[in-house]
């Protein structure tokens, strides 16, 4: 490649953490990456929908974004059709054969095996059959068109960022562990360097497939019949018809009412409009609307309420196979009781010297880095759009819960399912037929009169971030921008530790230490800590914005 096509690239499409532009059009996008925003942004100017640009976007963001998501991850996505004026809820996170026991072939060695914890698990793939559901019930454009962007990034490949190698870096003993990934993430023999060209012509070969024979090429075709065999010589035993046993689901969104809005979000076994019920209905029971802002009764408040949300999720299953939890969780008779529980520990004497006498000198000074002991795996991606026809879409695509650990078939690189049979696990699943996993994805729409005025996900510690933001736009008052600017924190932890991004005032600090708490902060901006991709409406038209912790953008049509 000349260097003038390399710069090209380059100026184009490295983006750093950091302020991001906002975009404001008669239709707005925000992806995690200015190459899957420009993919959306040209199905929209080309007559797509909302559901075209996001399945191109999708299969572009798994070619250039490989070290986050896969094209044998997952989907799930919400979409507002602005014709039935109905929300919609798509399920299609990768499957476990509910015959087979857990297979692991790489445990500790880091990266997305993290020490001291089970590795990833083998899982059927959910993202081609959910782009494939999306496409034949919401889809305008041919299937094959919408995969000729990403067989031409794979091929002529795309510039590394900075954010790309860190996390390879951190990942690359997991993923580099087989043959197979080297071929994907080592090319020549080493990470690609920041600013250099990667490309993958096996996936492109795949994707030019994959766009001749349809989505059904990951699971009927011989793509499907490779990633079997590939299963069976390392000692999984799957099987050709565990590909198509347990299918998208198409499920009914969940809804409650919060400050004059509705807010959808998904449905069980996705946990994520029952946790936020319960943490916004403690709050509100709690008296949020006399706390300050990011003051310190705020933070204990808020760090209680998240820990009991989690706590009160792990009785959450697939109300297919189990009673109906979710009615329980949302009661607010419940949160009325949470909250008085929360204020009952609330101490009536400053607990100050108590703190720094348990945490000790050192910790009680520190103010760096956290472990990662408290932070789920966070490779995923969230694609937000609102088209000129009024259909709005919130999806999450990512690596998480689909194919089989470390390896990688036609280029596609996998990471499995961190599933665990576990109370607090994020993804857990029970193995009976037809069974979907409970997890924290956090497509969410926030109504009013009838239809959104505001799309938001992200990917990165989800279960905890998504209610925050819903507190900060709802109940604080914030724009959506800058609510997405805002600190965001962690449960409180079993030893009253409360790690958050380390922006608060000292007065804070100082308020919620004599409260009891330890305060393990993060970096100010912790990509750990999500990338909300936003679009909303507001007086000055439809809006779009990108999160500062990762390497996002957003763009209109005007």
Avoid at 73 to 90: E, I, P
Avoid at 119 to 133: S, Y
Avoid at 142 to 158: F, K, N, T, V, Y
Avoid at 246 to 259: A, G, I, T, V, Y
């Amino acid at each position: 490649m000349d260097q003038a096509r390399l710069i090209d690239l380059q100026s184009r499409y490295i983006v750093d953490q950091g302020p991001k532009p906002l975009a404001r059009g008669k239709a707005v996008a925000s992806t995690g990456n200015p190459i899957v925003t420009e993919t959306v942004m040209k199905v929209l100017a080309g007559g797509g929908n909302a559901a075209d640009a996001a399945i191109a976007g999708a299969l572009v963001q798994a070619a250039v974004e490989p070290h986050l998501t896969s094209h044998a991850g997952m989907v799930s996505f919400l979409y507002w059709d602005a014709k039935t004026k109905r929300a919609y809820q798509l399920n299609s996170l990768g499957t476990l054969p509910h015959d087979l026991a857990p297979f692991r072939p790489i445990n500790g060695v880091g990266g997305w095996a993290r020490e001291g914890a089970p590795g990833p698990q083998a899982a059927i793939p959910g993202f081609m059959p959910g782009l494939g559901a999306m496409h034949d019930r919401f889809g305008t454009r041919p299937w094959s068109e919408l995969c000729q962007d990403a067989i031409r990034w794979a091929e002529e490949g795309h510039p590394v960022s900075s954010f790309e190698y860190g996390v390879n870096v951190f990942a690359a003993p997991f993923s580099t562990y087989f043959e197979e990934g080297r071929a994907v993430f080592m090319p020549d023999g080493y990470l690609p360097p920041v600013g250099s060209i990667t490309r993958n012509p096996s996936l492109a070969k795949t994707l030019r497939d994959l766009a001749e024979e349809g989505p059904t090429y990951f699971t009927e075709g011989q793509w499907a019949r490779d990633f079997v065999a590939v299963g069976n010589a390392l000692g999984w035993p799957a099987r050709l018809d565990h590909m198509t046993a347990n299918p998208p689901r198409w499920q009914e969104p969940l809804s409650f009412s919060h400050r004059g809005n509705e807010i959808v979000s998904l449905a069980p076994p996705e946990r994520q409009a029952v946790f936020c019920s319960l943490v916004l209905g403690v709050l509100e029971e709690a008296g949020i609307a006399q706390m300050e802002p990011f003051g310190a009764d705020y933070l204990f408040y808020m760090s209680h309420a998240l820990r009991l949300a989690e706590q009160a999720c792990g009785f959450l299953h697939d109300p297919q196979y189990f009673g109906e939890g979710a009615t329980a969780i949302m009661d607010p008779a419940y949160h009325r009781s949470l909250a008085q529980l929360i204020k009952a520990s609330r101490p009536k004497v400053d607990l100050t010297d108590h703190v720094r006498l348990t945490t000790g000198a050192a910790a009680f000074a520190a103010s760096g880095w956290n472990s990662a002991k408290s932070k789920a795996p966070v490779g995923s991606c969230e694609i937000s759009i609102v088209d000129a026809e009024g259909n709005w879409l919130q999806m999450m695509n990512t690596v998480q819960s689909g194919g089989i650990p470390g390896m990688a078939v036609g280029g596609v690189a996998m990471m499995g399912s961190h599933e665990q049979t576990s109370m607090n696990a994020h993804f857990s699943n029970w193995r009976t037929p037809g069974a979907r996993m409970r997890n924290i994805l956090g497509n969410t729409f926030v109504m009013k009169d009838g239809a959104p005025w505001l799309a938001l996900g992200t990917p990165g510690n989800v279960y905890a971030t998504v209610a925050q933001m819903l507190v900060n736009i709802l109940d604080f008052g914030m724009t959506p921008d800058a609510a997405s600017d805002a600190p965001r924190m962690l449960p409180l932890e079993d030893n009253y530790a409360l790690t958050i991004e380390s922006r608060l005032a000292p007065e804070a600090v100082l308020g919620v230490t004599a409260l009891g708490l330890h305060l393990t902060p993060m970096p100010a901006w912790d990509w750990n800590m999500g990338s909300f991709q936003m679009c909303w409406r507001s007086d000055a038209g439809l809006m779009a914005s990108a999160d500062f912790r990762r390497t996002g953008t957003a763009a209109s049509l005007i």
